[in-house]
């Protein structure tokens, strides 16, 4: 167990951390007031000496109902636990905790807030997208690393009412050692076993009875109050509020305010309402008429910040007001960190709200439009469209949409969108548009295409006709910024619907007989909208436009957007009118644009394209867009080979995301993906298996959402105009999950034949099926690539024969067939075959060639040479490998081949030049490189069948036995065994037996 004593640290400054080290909210204790009562008879918990001789963690429950004072006693304990040298992570619980994603983001978040000034590396941990096990043992890992105990506080478990959620809780109090104790505060008992738990004798009890207040506490509340009140009076009221310490708080407050003692004691034990009714009414009858209005007119606002009172309520003395009522009222707090918002007690605000309604319902609902037409203002949009609807005002609703819709889509909010448009659509076109953009972001191109389609024949858009179908012309200028543009609108719509959703189904291959008077119909001129709008964005980040430069990170300089000559706005949003609903089109624009041109292999467009979007969205705020620009970023270049930038990006993207709701969001999957191949080409093994890891549970939550009606099966589709680019995007990054998958489990297993065996047939099972997948050739033929290497490299050449028939049935495939062969031959020992497959490419420029055709070619040009004792060949051969190879630090492309790389890598040592610091790191890795297998295991793999089969053999079944067992005929077992003994070489039952041990099958 820990020794209990804090090192000490610059973050704390008397047993508190300082302002700027404080975490979140969620993750901070309340504030204690200078009239806090801090109770004597309820001490800071110590850990249990019968917890501790388990080694296990003891675990604290504060128990009591609404206003017993848990909350400020928590707050009181963290303060003293940290005060006396241990480690607090606080969570303020809430109802959206109700969801295991959630709950985990919030527990880690508690314990970073604890341990991490102590364990730098907490920083990098992140939540995966199936929480359970795993995840709470590298917490309880993470908090073992502080130097001293940890207290994890979670206020308010009662709204946790998800199993899932409330068995994470549960798994943590189970494991917690010595060292980690967790502090519960809740109205209600948690299913946490607490009977097991008092057996064990790791239980701490705080009940109700034990919270109310003493005849002490109540004088010592009453005191801070300044009133002075003799013993009769205070023990008279601590008996009538029975010790309630929301009671005895509020009638300090209404005392506080001048009334008599006597009469007020009289009074409120003659009453018979509720006591939180009469106490509240009790503190708003002591305040002026225009105090109360104020209070009742606010309740509908959960936090206030001076500016937003004014708004609601006309008073200039709003902000003045709300400092004196948290300064005088135990039911107004303030935060002061930041711009100071201040809160209601939930007593008092739900008390004023019903008073707000029973006044008038449409006073209530004049409330709620005044503060959405703030927040509309202000720029928060979501609180704008939830307050317009409680006003029940669908022109607010629809103004809030038509300047805000896109803000809410680039923010992750299309749900809150399509609800809204759904409630006050009438026929507006805009507002269709807006649905159907909506509609795309929610993974539904079905309903998006019905939506345009009934766009189509509305007059006066380009998409009806009205213009000569370049989208640009149909923007006039002097437009109200703050207005969405329905051609911009549309012109977006399709390019996006044209990456997520658009099938070979829907195109049309002639023009429709105009002339006899046959108009198109509306998804007939979608389909011509889509033509025109792909080669009006093609036109668009092509004609006239500089080749963009490298790309660097951080503080890249990227290219400017082809939209920047319209004059928008590019800076934060200001307060008052909001003209940025261009500027976040622009934003939408520039990411569907960067999607459509790296669909169609358009890299460096789609490069410029994903860079504008990043300047944009970082200029605009718009954090999830940004991700988006940097996951583009990272696809463009992989597909560029730019492994470099490729890593850069794609972990830029998983640190910007970490604290955000989109950390674990589907949208940043290509992201773990890429970033996991990115560490797998250096050696990381670790982050690779654990981004790689994330990546798979991400595949497999997407994989199990049901599918949009209508949408293509992706395991269905055929030929790869069958489905859209998204879902081809998802295809491929699924399979080189399930690649990367494939050859970090055979470095696993290098020295387990059987393992081996295993992995070649899963990557033969992905390689049979890429002809009848929706991939494009060039996809194919990749993915055919590093699955012939992994055959290779488990041992069966066979198989990488058949892998290099299945790409050279592709198109422009040569490049690659080639360097397949020569690998396969050099592998084989066959020095002159390998060297002949490769001289074809050996005769071009390196420079013109992809990377790994490349790098690989020359390398085995190096490797015979080697061999054949011609080392100033081999030296040669190395040198232009690693000129293409160094740049993108492709360790694991050079080492992987041959064994002899290392050696020829040896051989020249000092003799690299501008290379040598990228040689030394490689002769470093040599040792990491994997390890083939001496011989070939067998010339094909085992089928299914037959590994099962064969593990019959050791056993005295005879063959009718076997075939009882298997309920097949004798015939059929007779056939298996057969193949079985071919390919395994042998004559016998015993000699397969034998074989098969030899082998490591067995």
Request: proline share 6%; glycine share 8%.
């Amino acid at each position: 167990m820990h020794s209990g004593t804090a090192r000490a640290t610059d973050e704390h400054v008397g047993g508190r951390r300082s302002a700027a080290c404080r975490p979140s909210p969620k993750h901070r204790p309340p504030g204690l007031t200078v009239r806090t009562v801090r109770r004597a008879a309820i001490p800071a918990p110590v850990p249990l000496a019968s917890a501790t001789e388990r080694a296990r963690g003891t675990l604290v429950l504060v128990a009591g109902s609404v206003g017993t004072g848990k909350t400020t006693l928590l707050a009181d304990w963290s303060e003293a636990l940290e005060g006396r040298g241990d480690l607090v992570g606080w969570a303020s619980l809430d109802r959206e905790d109700n969801d295991p994603q959630v709950m985990a983001e919030t527990l880690l978040g508690a314990v970073r807030a604890a341990v991490g000034p102590h364990v730098p590396a907490i920083d990098e941990e992140t939540v995966p997208s199936r929480v359970g096990h795993a995840f709470v043992s590298r917490l309880i890992g993470l908090a073992g690393e502080a130097p001293t105990d940890t207290w994890l506080v979670l206020d308010d478990l009662h709204l946790v009412r998800d199993p899932r959620c409330v068995e994470l809780v549960g798994l943590i109090v189970r494991w917690a050692p010595p060292y980690l104790h967790v502090v519960i505060g809740t109205r209600a008992d948690p299913g946490l076993r607490l009977a097991r738990l008092r057996l064990e004798e790791r239980l701490v009890e705080v009940r109700e009875h034990q919270l109310r207040f003493s005849v002490d506490d109540t004088r010592e509340l009453l005191s801070r109050h300044d009133l002075d009140l003799d013993d009769g009076q205070v023990r008279h009221l601590q008996e009538l509020t029975e010790g309630w310490a929301a009671g005895v708080a509020l009638a300090a407050v209404s005392l506080a305010r001048g009334r008599d003692a006597e009469g007020f004691l009289r009074e409120f034990a003659r009453s018979h309402r509720a006591m939180s009714g009469y106490l509240v009414e009790e503190v708003l009858a002591s305040l002026d008429e225009s105090t109360r209005d104020f209070l009742v007119s606010t309740s509908v606002l959960e936090d206030l910040t001076p500016e937003l009172a004014a708004a609601v309520t006309g008073r200039d003395d709003a902000g003045a007001l709300l400092e004196a009522l948290s300064s005088d009222n135990a039911m107004v707090t303030v935060d002061r960190v930041g711009p100071p918002t201040y809160r209601y007690h939930v007593l008092l605000r739900s008390y004023l709200g019903a008073m707000l309604e029973s006044r008038s319902l449409r006073g209530a609902r004049e409330v709620h439009a005044r503060a959405a037409q703030w927040y509309a203002a202000h720029d928060v949009p979501g609180q704008a469209l939830r307050h317009a609807e409680a006003a029940g005002d669908l022109g607010l609703m629809s103004d809030v949409i038509h300047h805000h819709a896109l803000h809410l889509l680039l923010d992750g909010r299309a749900a809150d969108v399509e609800a809204a448009v759904r409630t006050v659509h009438e026929g507006d076109p805009v507002m269709t548009a807006v649905a159907a953009l909506a509609s795309l972001d929610l993974s539904d191109p079905v309903s998006a295409r019905v939506q345009l389609a009934s766009l189509a024949t509305q007059p006066g858009t380009w998409l009806a006709g009205a213009t000569d179908g370049d989208p640009a012309s149909a923007d006039p200028a002097g437009r109200d910024p703050g207005v969405l543009p329905l051609e911009r609108l549309l012109s977006v719509g399709l390019r996006w619907l044209s990456f997520v959703g658009d099938d070979a189904g829907h195109r049309r291959t002639e023009s429709p007989p105009e002339h006899l008077g046959v108009q198109p119909t509306g998804d007939e001129r979608v389909t011509d909208g889509l033509a025109a709008e792909l080669s009006s964005t093609l036109r668009t980040w092509s004609v006239g436009r500089p080749a963009p430069g490298a790309v660097t990170l951080p503080g890249v300089d990227l290219p400017t957007s082809p939209y920047a000559a319209e004059g928008l706005p590019r800076r934060g949003r200001p307060a008052g009118r909001v003209p940025h609903a261009r500027t976040d089109l622009t934003l939408l624009d520039e990411l569907t644009s960067g999607g459509v041109l790296l669909g169609a292999g358009r890299l460096d467009e789609a490069r410029a394209a994903y860079g504008a979007a990043l300047v944009t969205a970082r200029d605009a705020g718009h954090v999830l867009s940004a991700l988006q620009a940097m996951v583009g970023l990272a696809s463009v270049a992989a597909g560029q080979e730019d492994l470099v930038h490729m890593r850069a990006w794609s972990e830029q993207v998983l640190a910007d995301a970490q604290g955000t709701p989109w950390a674990m969001s589907p949208r940043l999957l290509p992201a773990h993906v890429l970033a996991a191949w990115g560490a797998f080409h250096v050696f990381d093994a670790e982050t690779a298996r654990e981004r790689n890891r994330t990546a798979l549970e991400l595949v497999a939550a997407v994989t199990a959402v049901p599918p949009v009606a209508g949408a293509p099966d992706l395991d269905l589709v055929d030929g790869p105009d069958a489905t859209s680019t998204a879902a081809r995007g998802l295809e491929q990054l699924a399979r080189l999950a399930r690649m990367l998958q494939a050859h970090l489990d055979l470095d696993a297993a290098a020295a387990e034949p059987g393992a081996r065996q295993d992995v070649a047939t899963r990557v033969m099972a992905d390689a049979r099926a890429v002809s009848r997948l929706s991939m494009t050739p060039a996809m194919a033929v990749a993915e055919l690539s590093r699955a012939h290497l992994v055959v290779l490299l488990a041992g069966f050449p066979r198989l990488a024969i058949e892998i290099e028939q299945l790409c050279a049935a592709l198109p422009g495939s040569q490049v690659e067939t080639a360097v397949m062969t020569s690998v396969r031959h050099l592998r084989a020992g066959e020095d002159v075959a390998a060297r002949t497959a490769a001289a074809p490419l050996l005769s071009l420029d390196p420079a013109s060639l992809p990377l790994r055709p490349a790098v690989t070619a020359h390398l085995v040009k190096a490797v015979v040479a080697h061999r054949n004792a011609q080392p100033t060949v081999a030296h040669e051969g190395l040198v232009v490998a690693l000129t293409r190879a160094a740049p993108q630090r492709a360790l694991r492309m050079v080492l992987e081949l041959a064994p002899e790389v290392a050696d020829v890598l040896a051989v020249g040592a000092g003799r690299f030049g501008e290379l040598e610091p990228f040689a030394l790191v490689l002769r470093e890795h040599a040792l990491e490189a994997p390890v083939p297998p001496t011989e070939p295991l067998l010339d094909v793999a085992l089928s299914a069948r037959e590994l099962s089969l064969l593990r019959e053999l050791p056993s005295l079944l005879t063959v009718a036995e076997i075939a009882d067992a298997r309920a097949v005929s004798r015939n059929t077992v007779k056939t298996q065994l057969r193949s079985l003994f071919q390919k395994l070489g042998v004559g016998s039952r015993r000699d397969a037996v034998a074989a098969a041990r030899r082998l490591g099958l067995l």
